[in-house]
């Protein structure tokens, strides 16, 4: 179908805003603390997203208290610790490898499901789990902390990876809690909510370094970076994905997001000078493997869940 087609191609825009975030933010890092950057280009996000929200659904904004309650946990949960443990993650590690453990979320979401005792799991899914853990393991180990001539790649690549891999826990239960609210509430009024309720949580993370950071000192193009991240990157990216979700469906939407990896790891070697081991290309591979495995294979609801 034609509409089909534009849904792909928009998607694929998606994936080339993403894939080239991941290298902006490493650069920009350079001049600006990340989780004063992140503080800042979360701050753009919600002020844009909770402005749409208003606008369009400005005849149901209210809402129960219990729900509000649970748009706060959410908020906190996917735009306050997984964007402070995100952010520091990306500045310890390389962008490459901190692009692929963010791909890993699928497979936490499906098990924190299965935790939860919301859903029922294959057993190809928990190959695939356990097929991508094993690529997440040879990633790291493949994952070099300086360049050929002894430059510095990655701060602490080690304690990067796992910032990162809790960041992807973090967002796989914000994924999965959102259900919840799903079934009630539209995708844009969840997104700008978490945000606008979130982000203060995230300034609670980054004051020191908002208070220390000389933005008198920023170039323009740390600015420019800074609205891209926000504007493109959250923003217009947010509304693409939920639309290509609510078109195609997630598991066929989700398949796309395994292209930003691939797409990252190509414009760090171009741009950054990361190089890419043969560690880092095998379990890369393992990785993205394990993940269509998860994705690709429905979960099962279980009943009383219906």
């Known amino acids: 179908m034609r509409s089909n087609w534009v849904i792909e191609l928009s998607l694929l825009l998606v994936v080339c805003i993403w894939g080239t ?33 208003a606008w369009r659904e400005r005849d149901r904004l209210k809402m129960p208290l219990r729900d509000w309650g649970r748009f706060l946990l959410l908020g906190l949960l996917g735009n306050a610790l997984y964007q402070a443990l995100f952010v520091t993650g990306l500045d310890l590690t390389t962008s490459g490898v901190s692009s692929l453990l963010i791909g890993t979320i699928p497979l936490w979401a499906a098990l924190l499901a299965v935790l939860l005792r919301w859903e029922t799991i294959t057993a190809r899914t928990w190959l695939g789990i356990v097929i991508a853990f094993a690529g997440i393991v040879l990633v790291t180990l493949g994952t070099p902390a300086r360049d050929q001539n002894h430059q510095i790649l990655a701060k602490d690549p080690l304690l990067g990876n796992a910032l990162t891999l809790l960041a992807a826990l973090c967002w796989a239960g914000y994924t ?8 009630r509430y539209s ?10 309720l979130g982000v203060p949580g995230l300034w609670a993370f980054a004051s020191w370094e908002v208070h220390h950071q000389d933005w008198r000192m920023l170039s323009l193009e740390a600015w420019g970076v800074i609205f891209y991240a926000g504007l493109i990157s959250i923003a217009l990216a947010y509304l693409i994905w939920s639309w290509g979700v609510q078109r195609l469906g997630a598991a066929r939407t989700a398949v796309f997001n395994n292209l930003v990896p691939v797409l990252t790891f190509a414009l760090a070697f171009l741009f950054l000078g990361e190089p890419i081991t043969p560690m880092q290309i095998v379990g890369g591979t393992v990785v993205l493997f394990g993940v269509f495995q998860t994705i690709l294979t429905p979960a099962n609801p279980r009943e009383h869940h219906q």
């Open 21 to 53: 975030n991941f290298i902006l933010m490493k650069w920009v890092f350079r001049e600006l603390s990340p989780l004063a950057f992140n503080a800042v280009r979360m701050t753009v996000a919600a002020l844009v997203l909770g402005a749409l929200w």
């Open 176 to 183: 999965v809690l959102q259900k919840s609210v799903l079934e």
């Open 187 to 196: 995708p844009l009024r969840i997104s700008a909510l978490g945000l606008l």
